[in-house]
């Protein structure tokens, strides 16, 4: 398997730090908002990794955390009126729906900035013992990146480079590229924690190196993890100033290999708030499946940038019809191992997810299918064995595992399902006593709303006709 490693900037061999297992770390969100299309594409290029890998046989251990103290966090506790635990634990709950609803797999674990105080406090003890930090009068820690000779050696990029923006100078900073490990206590309206270094809280980018510390890291290898991923726009300075922390408090490097998707943008813009076109997920799940919405984010190579538009989206619907319309021709087969799916999906994903090349081998799999079955339609282990591809692009691709007729269901308003059903209940109640002539009226009048039905050994199945 090969992947893009951003700091060689070439693709490299993947060779785990210990045979068979892979631990992952990944930015998650800051819980001050509701998750945006920017969240969705991080978490399903990393969700389609993790499962690439566990296909491949590796033990993953995946984590990913949230970032819930934050200057956008206090921001929005002074808005809202809630509690810190209140506010953070809302969006939380929130971008969990959403990735819920995206198919996206739980990590193993999601630690919380809060919940890693200790961890930081003996990152930033050690950094200060060994001078690569030092505290201004006012309670504020910096690390000093003069000091660090690798600094800017990850991402090759540097604060005084061109187009690359720094946070405005503060009074005793000692250069201007250096960054906060702790902030002191600013008064009234601050969130505050106690710490062997005074009341404060901690810098942004401090909580990543203390949460893989705690969770992840080997303590016997020259790197702490094997893969380190996020957004594009993390690679500098969060992820430059993560790597330089970490080697110079503990003596190891952060990671073997780091990855980053890129941008989600909308109108051929980079998707942000500050340009009023964010698109929150849980607006777009109002409109499209999250199954749908999933296979549409997934279809673009995670290091090229998507630009979100409805009429891709709705392509990428189409061609999910087409699993599912193949899925109903096997519906209710006990699936079995299909003979070759596996190895031919994976091939092309073992090349730094290349996703297209990978749908490429699902459409033929779908055309492949449909022609066999159309020439074999009673052929018993055929359809288990389609059943059992289709189980397979489930498992590494997350799509195809729902009920066919239900996915087709979709966008059906409730009422509008419940009076489907209650025609459906009657034409049985009347099958039953042989009363076809109401039977066949019943079919018509759902003919008409243009639900199209089948009577299976299992009750009567239906799904809406375009």
Same mark, same amino acid.
């Given at each position: 398997?090969?992947?893009?490693? #951003?700091?060689?900037?070439?693709k490299?061999?993947? =060779?785990?730090?210990?045979?068979d297992?892979?631990?992952?770390y990944?930015?998650?969100p800051?819980?001050?908002?509701?998750?945006?299309?920017?969240?969705?594409? #991080?978490?399903?290029?990393?969700?389609?990794?993790r499962?690439?890998?566990?296909?491949?046989?590796?033990? !993953?251990?995946?984590?990913?955390?949230?970032?819930?103290?934050?200057?956008?966090?206090?921001?929005?506790?002074?808005?809202?009126?809630?509690?810190?635990?209140?506010?953070?634990?809302?969006?939380?709950?929130s &971008?969990?729906?959403?990735?819920?609803?995206?198919?996206?797999?739980?990590?193993?674990?999601? @630690?919380? +900035?809060?919940?890693?105080l200790?961890?930081?406090?003996?990152?930033?003890?050690?950094?200060?013992?060994?001078g690569? +930090?030092y505290?201004?009068?006012?309670?504020?820690?910096?690390?000093?990146?003069?000091?660090?000779?690798?600094?800017?050696?990850?991402?090759?990029?540097?604060?005084?480079?061109?187009?690359?923006?720094?946070?405005?100078?503060?009074?005793?900073?000692?250069?201007? +590229?250096?960054?906060?490990?702790?902030?002191?206590?600013?008064?009234?309206g601050?969130?505050?924690?106690d710490?062997?270094?005074?009341?404060g $809280?901690?810098?942004?980018?401090? =909580?990543?190196?203390?949460?893989?510390?705690?969770?992840?890291?080997?303590?016997d290898?020259?790197?702490?993890?094997?893969?380190?991923?996020?957004?594009? %726009?993390?690679?500098?300075?969060?992820?430059?100033?993560e790597?330089?922390?970490?080697?110079?408090?503990?003596?190891?490097?952060?990671a073997?290999?780091?990855?980053?998707?890129?941008?989600?943008?909308?109108?051929?813009?980079?998707?942000? /708030?500050?340009?009023?076109? #964010?698109?929150? !997920?849980?607006?777009a799940?109002?409109?499209?499946?999250?199954?749908?919405?999933?296979?549409?984010?997934?279809?673009t190579? &995670?290091? +090229?940038?998507?630009?979100?538009?409805?009429? %891709?989206?709705? #392509?990428a619907?189409?061609?999910?019809?087409?699993?599912?319309?193949?899925?109903?021709?096997v519906?209710?087969? /006990?699936?079995?191992?299909?003979?070759?799916?596996?190895?031919?999906?994976?091939? @092309?994903?073992?090349?730094?997810?290349?996703?297209?090349?990978?749908?490429a081998?699902?459409?033929?799999f779908?055309?492949?299918?449909?022609?066999?079955?159309?020439?074999?339609?009673?052929?018993?282990?055929?359809?288990?064995?389609?059943?059992?591809?289709?189980?397979?692009?489930?498992?590494?691709?997350? !799509?195809?595992?729902?009920?066919?007729?239900?996915?087709?269901?979709?966008?059906?308003?409730?009422?509008?399902?419940? /009076?489907? =059903?209650?025609?459906?209940?009657? $034409?049985?109640?009347?099958? /039953?006593?042989?009363?076809?002539?109401?039977?066949?009226?019943?079919?018509?009048?759902?003919?008409?709303?243009?639900?199209?039905?089948?009577?299976?050994?299992?009750?009567?199945?239906?799904?809406?006709?375009?």
């Amino acid at each position: 398997m090969v992947l893009f490693d #951003s700091h060689r900037g070439e693709k490299v061999k993947f =060779e785990p730090l210990k045979p068979d297992e892979v631990r992952i770390y990944v930015c998650g969100p800051t819980v001050y908002d509701d998750a945006h299309l920017g969240h969705a594409r #991080s978490s399903l290029t990393f969700d389609l990794l993790r499962r690439v890998l566990e296909a491949e046989g590796y033990r !993953v251990k995946f984590v990913k955390n949230f970032t819930d103290i934050d200057d956008k966090i206090i921001k929005k506790m002074g808005e809202t009126g809630e509690s810190l635990e209140e506010l953070t634990q809302r969006y939380i709950d929130s &971008y969990l729906r959403d990735m819920g609803a995206l198919k996206v797999k739980r990590p193993d674990i999601e @630690p919380r +900035a809060t919940a890693t105080l200790p961890e930081m406090f003996k990152l930033i003890s050690a950094l200060l013992e060994k001078g690569f +930090a030092y505290q201004l009068p006012n309670g504020d820690i910096y690390f000093d990146t003069s000091k660090d000779p690798e600094y800017c050696q990850l991402s090759h990029k540097c604060p005084q480079d061109e187009g690359v923006a720094r946070v405005e100078h503060t009074a005793g900073k000692r250069n201007p +590229a250096d960054f906060a490990l702790w902030k002191g206590c600013k008064g009234e309206g601050d969130v505050c924690f106690d710490s062997p270094f005074g009341a404060g $809280r901690p810098g942004w980018h401090i =909580e990543c190196s203390a949460m893989i510390w705690k969770h992840l890291a080997y303590s016997d290898t020259p790197y702490q993890i094997d893969i380190h991923g996020g957004g594009a %726009d993390l690679f500098f300075p969060h992820h430059e100033n993560e790597e330089a922390q970490t080697f110079c408090g503990t003596g190891q490097h952060l990671a073997k290999y780091w990855l980053h998707n890129g941008f989600v943008k909308i109108d051929g813009e980079k998707m942000s /708030k500050s340009l009023g076109n #964010s698109f929150f !997920v849980k607006d777009a799940l109002k409109s499209y499946p999250g199954e749908v919405l999933r296979f549409y984010l997934l279809s673009t190579h &995670y290091r +090229a940038p998507l630009n979100f538009n409805e009429e %891709d989206l709705l #392509s990428a619907k189409r061609r999910l019809d087409r699993l599912y319309r193949l899925k109903k021709r096997v519906y209710g087969v /006990k699936p079995e191992p299909h003979p070759t799916l596996k190895g031919e999906l994976l091939e @092309p994903l073992r090349d730094d997810l290349n996703i297209s090349k990978g749908l490429a081998v699902v459409d033929q799999f779908i055309k492949e299918s449909n022609e066999k079955l159309t020439q074999n339609p009673k052929d018993k282990r055929l359809k288990r064995q389609i059943a059992g591809g289709i189980e397979i692009i489930d498992q590494i691709i997350g !799509v195809g595992g729902e009920d066919p007729y239900r996915y087709f269901q979709w966008g059906i308003p409730q009422e509008t399902k419940a /009076k489907i =059903e209650e025609l459906i209940a009657r $034409r049985l109640e009347a099958k /039953k006593v042989k009363d076809w002539t109401t039977a066949d009226q019943i079919r018509e009048q759902l003919r008409e709303m243009g639900i199209q039905i089948q009577d299976t050994p299992t009750g009567t199945i239906w799904e809406k006709v375009e």
